[in-house]
């Protein structure tokens, strides 16, 4: 159905808003237009389609509205989509959008035990995604940081798409005014770090990109073990959790999470990650693997000592030693308290450089790793590095 | 006779169908709005440079409104058409502040439909001229109901592709 200028009369769209959506969607200048000496629209013309469309420069324009429309009528048509639903996108070109669709029905209803679950799925991955960019791990306990509570504060919720069931979600970016200078750049160390919202966006597609991945693997391999390796990549328990959401789930339904990059911020668009009902029942699975695997008993930590801690520097009681290792593909720090004996080991090895091996149950104390009930510390001999 | 249009309806097609086939002629694409918030009934189109008396147009893809009117109250009188055109109507069509210029289209017809088309197998006619004006810029109204407009230029293709030339040097 084609916009009408009373559809942009209802809810004004400013023309820097559609140049920035159309110069991030394959647009370019052909040249200015005048009336009357006054410069009053930009005509554009797509590179990929050879289409024309005249961008009105005066909002306070008699035919403002009319020009909007047919602008947006023309480039509907270049795109393949409906101009209501591209009008919606530029409304929000300040904003990442992404979008949560219940599949496999064909109507725009949704039973409503579904739809609030689908709005849990939809705050879930956000979460767990925002806390994937800060500090990727299987699972999460305890308060949430500042700068993922802070976040969460200001994702918005859309109106949902008309046609289907779609939950929307607006990510507000900041103003990328002088950046365009860089970040059209073609040298990668010229381009300006991305905002927060914008890498909390990125790493929920990769997150859901690399659940997907683990699913299958998982099928492949007939164990959970894949979820594991997709740690690093943002796959926590928190964010299969929220993806098995929809628990009850006939055949052939599923969701799709895909994102529409504010234009403001332009990057290539993903394709949107789809799950059936059978990979969500198997991402249920991985939500209590990943989980469960917060506390790793009879776990072989080695690694480089590099801090000690002890009050009494004349050796006779315990202390606390600090070994670099690597953990979920991140290099990590781990603190074990070592009884005498072991401490004064351990000093040895840290004083020549010597790697160090103890066995004991991996945990998490807040944000740090420790070791507890350590056993077996030994320090790694020339001879065992070289087998 | 029931099932027919009403005589307005019938002669705002009849104007519809002027514009469309004098357009034709010349090569541009006509749009139709169903929404005439700012008494625009159709957008006259081209893409790319004008041509008009030899002359290429520097600018390119201009777009002509109109507002179509077709009448056979009034009759032209020494060249002149003037016609009674509402307050809303004339406020919309002289306001200066508008992207694409904005003219006025009256279709004068005579008073019968078996004399305004006449189709034979050589030829088809439809009777009988259209005028048009731009009242951009003109002076403010206070009357309540109508502004008696008058309108001299003839609408034809050449005319049309004349407006167009002007559209796209941004002189009119």
Same mark, same amino acid.
């Given at each position: 159905?084609?916009?009408?200028?009373?559809?942009?009369?209802?809810?004004?769209?400013?023309?820097?808003?559609?140049?920035?959506?159309?110069?991030?969607?394959?647009?370019?200048?052909?040249?200015?237009?005048?009336?009357? +000496?006054?410069?009053?629209?930009?005509?554009?013309?797509?590179?990929?389609?050879?289409?024309?469309?005249?961008?009105? =420069?005066?909002?306070?324009?008699?035919?403002?509205?009319?020009?909007?429309?047919?602008?947006?009528?023309?480039?509907?048509?270049?795109?393949?989509?409906?101009?209501?639903?591209?009008?919606?996108?530029?409304?929000?070109?300040?904003?990442?959008?992404?979008?949560?669709?219940? &599949?496999?029905?064909?109507?725009?209803?949704?039973?409503?035990? +579904?739809?609030?679950?689908?709005?849990?799925?939809?705050?879930?991955?956000?979460?767990?995604?925002?806390?994937?960019?800060?500090?990727?791990?299987?699972?999460?306990?305890?308060?949430?940081?500042?700068?993922?509570?802070?976040?969460?504060?200001?994702?918005?919720?859309?109106?949902?798409?008309?046609?289907?069931?779609?939950?929307?979600?607006?990510?507000? =970016?900041?103003?990328?005014?002088?950046?365009?200078?860089?970040?059209?750049?073609?040298?990668?160390?010229?381009?300006?770090? =991305?905002?927060?919202?914008?890498?909390?966006?990125?790493?929920?597609?990769?997150?859901?990109?690399?659940?997907?991945?683990?699913?299958?693997?998982?099928?492949?391999?007939?164990?959970?073990?894949?979820?594991?390796?997709?740690?690093?990549?943002?796959?926590?328990?928190?964010?299969?959790?929220?993806?098995?959401?929809?628990? +009850?789930?006939?055949?052939?339904?599923?969701?799709?999470?895909?994102?529409?990059?504010?234009?403001?911020?332009?990057?290539?668009?993903?394709?949107?990650?789809?799950?059936?009902?059978?990979?969500?029942?198997?991402?249920?699975?991985?939500?209590?693997? =990943?989980?469960?695997?917060?506390?790793?008993?009879?776990?072989?930590?080695?690694?480089?000592?590099?801090?000690?801690?002890?009050?009494?520097?004349?050796?006779?009681?315990?202390?606390?030693?600090?070994?670099?290792? &690597?953990?979920?593909?991140?290099?990590?720090?781990?603190?074990?308290?070592?009884?005498?004996?072991?401490?004064?080991?351990?000093?040895?090895?840290?004083?020549?450089?010597?790697?160090?091996?103890?066995?004991? +149950?991996?945990?998490?104390?807040?944000?740090?790793?420790?070791?507890?009930?350590?056993?077996?510390?030994?320090?790694?001999?020339?001879?065992?590095?070289?087998? | 006779?029931? %099932? $027919?249009?009403?005589?307005? #309806?019938?002669?705002?097609?009849?104007?519809?169908?002027?514009?469309?086939?004098?357009?034709?002629?010349?090569?541009?694409?006509?749009?139709?709005?169903?929404?005439?918030?700012?008494?625009?009934?159709?957008?006259?189109?081209?893409?790319?440079?004008?041509?008009?008396? %030899?002359? $290429?147009?520097?600018?390119?893809?201009?777009?002509?409104?109109?507002?179509?009117?077709?009448?056979?109250?009034?009759?032209?009188?020494?060249?002149?058409?003037?016609?009674?055109?509402?307050?809303?109507?004339?406020?919309?069509?002289?306001?200066?502040?508008?992207?694409?210029?904005? $003219?006025?289209?009256?279709?004068?017809?005579?008073?019968?439909?078996?004399?305004?088309?006449?189709?034979?197998?050589?030829?088809?006619?439809?009777?009988?001229?259209?005028?048009?004006?731009?009242?951009? %810029?003109?002076?403010?109204?206070?009357?309540?109901? #109508?502004?008696?407009?008058?309108?001299?230029?003839?609408?034809?293709?050449?005319?049309?592709?004349?407006?167009?030339?002007?559209?796209?040097?941004?002189? $009119?």
């Amino acid at each position: 159905m084609r916009l009408t200028p009373s559809d942009i009369r209802a809810a004004p769209v400013a023309a820097t808003e559609l140049l920035t959506y159309l110069r991030s969607t394959g647009w370019r200048r052909l040249e200015d237009q005048k009336r009357m +000496d006054l410069h009053v629209a930009t005509l554009m013309i797509h590179d990929g389609r050879a289409a024309e469309v005249q961008v009105p =420069l005066l909002p306070e324009a008699k035919d403002y509205a009319r020009r909007v429309a047919e602008l947006l009528n023309v480039a509907a048509e270049v795109e393949g989509r409906s101009p209501h639903h591209l009008l919606a996108d530029i409304r929000v070109v300040q904003f990442d959008v992404v979008r949560v669709r219940r &599949t496999g029905r064909n109507d725009d209803t949704l039973p409503v035990g +579904d739809g609030a679950a689908l709005f849990a799925l939809a705050n879930g991955v956000f979460v767990a995604s925002s806390l994937a960019v800060v500090d990727p791990r299987a699972t999460y306990s305890g308060r949430r940081p500042a700068k993922v509570a802070d976040f969460m504060e200001t994702v918005r919720l859309g109106q949902t798409e008309q046609g289907s069931f779609v939950v929307r979600l607006l990510v507000p =970016l900041p103003s990328s005014v002088g950046q365009s200078q860089t970040r059209f750049s073609f040298a990668k160390e010229n381009a300006p770090p =991305l905002p927060f919202p914008r890498q909390v966006t990125r790493q929920l597609m990769r997150s859901v990109r690399r659940a997907k991945a683990a699913v299958t693997a998982a099928i492949a391999g007939d164990s959970l073990e894949p979820f594991r390796d997709e740690i690093r990549n943002g796959v926590s328990a928190e964010l299969c959790k929220a993806l098995n959401a929809i628990e +009850d789930v006939t055949p052939l339904h599923g969701v799709e999470i895909g994102v529409v990059w504010g234009a403001a911020w332009p990057m290539e668009r993903p394709q949107p990650v789809a799950f059936m009902s059978d990979a969500l029942q198997i991402l249920g699975h991985a939500a209590e693997f =990943l989980a469960a695997k917060e506390t790793v008993e009879d776990f072989w930590l080695e690694g480089y000592i590099t801090k000690l801690e002890r009050d009494d520097p004349a050796g006779e009681i315990e202390g606390n030693a600090t070994i670099a290792t &690597t953990l979920e593909g991140q290099l990590r720090r781990v603190r074990v308290t070592l009884q005498p004996t072991d401490y004064n080991a351990a000093a040895e090895a840290h004083k020549i450089g010597q790697r160090v091996r103890v066995k004991g +149950d991996l945990g998490r104390e807040g944000r740090r790793f420790r070791l507890v009930s350590p056993k077996q510390f030994a320090v790694v001999e020339h001879d065992d590095d070289d087998k | 006779m029931a %099932g $027919l249009l009403s005589d307005n #309806s019938r002669k705002a097609n009849f104007s519809h169908a002027y514009v469309d086939a004098m357009a034709a002629a010349v090569g541009f694409s006509v749009e139709r709005w169903t929404d005439d918030y700012d008494s625009i009934d159709v957008t006259i189109k081209a893409t790319g440079r004008v041509e008009h008396s %030899g002359k $290429l147009s520097t600018g390119r893809s201009p777009k002509l409104d109109l507002q179509l009117k077709c009448t056979d109250a009034v009759s032209p009188k020494d060249g002149e058409l003037h016609f009674p055109l509402s307050v809303k109507n004339y406020d919309d069509l002289s306001d200066p502040t508008r992207v694409t210029p904005a $003219l006025l289209v009256v279709l004068f017809v005579p008073k019968t439909w078996e004399q305004r088309l006449k189709w034979s197998a050589s030829s088809l006619r439809l009777h009988k001229l259209a005028y048009w004006v731009n009242l951009r %810029g003109m002076q403010v109204t206070t009357n309540k109901k #109508s502004v008696t407009v008058v309108l001299r230029e003839h609408f034809h293709p050449d005319a049309l592709r004349h407006l167009m030339f002007l559209s796209a040097e941004g002189e $009119l």
